[in-house]
């Protein structure tokens, strides 16, 4: 197509009017990226500012005597409607709060609570947007704000994990075994993380006889049977030892592995003899567990049963079965490697819990 062509499909008047407009529009642009950037620094530097003079007014509020008669000083309270402002100052005091204990720590509690800054968590905690809600959940709980415990304990339930996981956290770190009483009702996963956050958090508390642990051994959520039977292993309630028992017939291969676990702790008179009778029902892995169970359990009645587990075509089990004779009776353990002069692999075995027994 020649020029004159194309000039006579698209006059030159278009063409100038449509380079006006690109011109004016990248002028435009141009002007909004400068201008966004501008504010940008310009908000930047009055951050900084603010911070400073926040960070030395935080300090000097908590060395006062009457926390109530603190006034905000006229250059910081004019920022001190703005949410962002408003939200630094809380995370400043959870992070110092964190760091802190005893009457400062009483103090920077005050200090959130007479600025206000509560009825900032509690509109998060309402707010329809999951992660704005876990944050006020977060904040009420490092402020020790338990009169909002009814409330975040609904939450503990909630379809959100993030937001569950947080409540979960706060009413045991409020109310300790007690604040456990959320496993009656949850219908939500409690996932191995989840689980260990919450034991970690338990650790320092004092367990009390944990009455509702029947019921959540009896649970219909997968996730708090297990959870309860490590509670049951760890703090060792031997007052469920018979739910315990009842667990071992769970569909849930976890379930048993630590229904496995929890006897060896909690054992009763009659415990050996469940776990093996157990042990043909289960899989390779869980009968591992039974017998790494009977080296701590295991009396010297429970041999004959050990001593035949040596004929198994598993290798792994053969091994754990030799590991409990030689805890039980280290004559009897002596006795096999003559006893088996053409087992090269039970040899073996016997060899290597030899090393181990001497290291």
Request: glycine share 4%; proline share 3%.
């Amino acid at each position: 197509m020649n020029s004159d062509a194309f000039f006579r499909l698209i006059a030159p008047a278009h063409l100038y009017f449509a380079a006006m407009i690109f011109g004016i529009g990248t002028i435009i642009m141009v002007i909004m990226i400068y201008a966004f950037l501008y504010v940008k620094k310009k908000r930047f530097r009055t951050k900084l500012l603010v911070e400073g003079q926040l960070n030395e007014w935080i300090s000097d509020a908590l060395t006062e005597n009457e926390l109530p008669a603190i006034v905000i000083p006229e250059n910081i309270a004019r920022y001190f409607k703005q949410p962002a402002i408003r939200q630094f100052v809380t995370d400043s005091l959870i992070n110092i709060k964190k760091n802190v204990t005893g009457s400062v720590g009483d103090n920077l509690v005050k200090l959130y609570e007479i600025l206000e800054l509560k009825e900032d968590s509690v509109h998060k905690l309402r707010s329809l947007v999951w992660y704005k809600r876990a944050k006020g959940i977060y904040e009420l709980y490092m402020m020790q704000q338990r009169n909002e415990l009814a409330d975040i304990l609904e939450y503990t339930n909630s379809n959100n994990e993030f937001v569950r996981m947080e409540a979960q956290t706060a009413i045991i770190g409020f109310s300790g075994f007690d604040g456990l009483v959320f496993l009656d009702s949850l219908v939500y996963p409690l996932y191995e993380w989840q689980q260990i956050k919450l034991l970690e958090q338990l650790n320092a508390v004092n367990p009390g006889d944990m009455p509702h642990l029947p019921l959540w051994l009896k649970s219909e959520n997968s996730y708090v049977v297990h959870f309860a039977l490590k509670l049951a292993e760890i703090y060792q309630q031997f007052h469920v030892h018979d739910d315990v028992v009842l667990c071992l017939q769970n569909e849930n291969d976890k379930i048993r592995k630590q229904a496995i676990k929890t006897l060896g702790s909690i054992a009763a008179e009659n415990t050996v003899d469940i776990l093996k009778e157990q042990y043909k029902k289960e899989t390779p892995g869980n009968r591992r567990v039974i017998l790494t169970q009977l080296i701590s359990i295991g009396t010297e009645s429970d041999l004959d049963f050990l001593n035949s587990l040596l004929q198994e075509d598993d290798d792994n089990l053969k091994l754990e079965a030799v590991r409990a004779i030689s805890a039980i009776n280290e004559t009897v353990f002596s006795d096999l490697e003559q006893k088996s002069p053409g087992n090269t692999v039970l040899l073996s075995i016997i060899k290597q819990v030899k090393y181990e027994n001497a290291a």
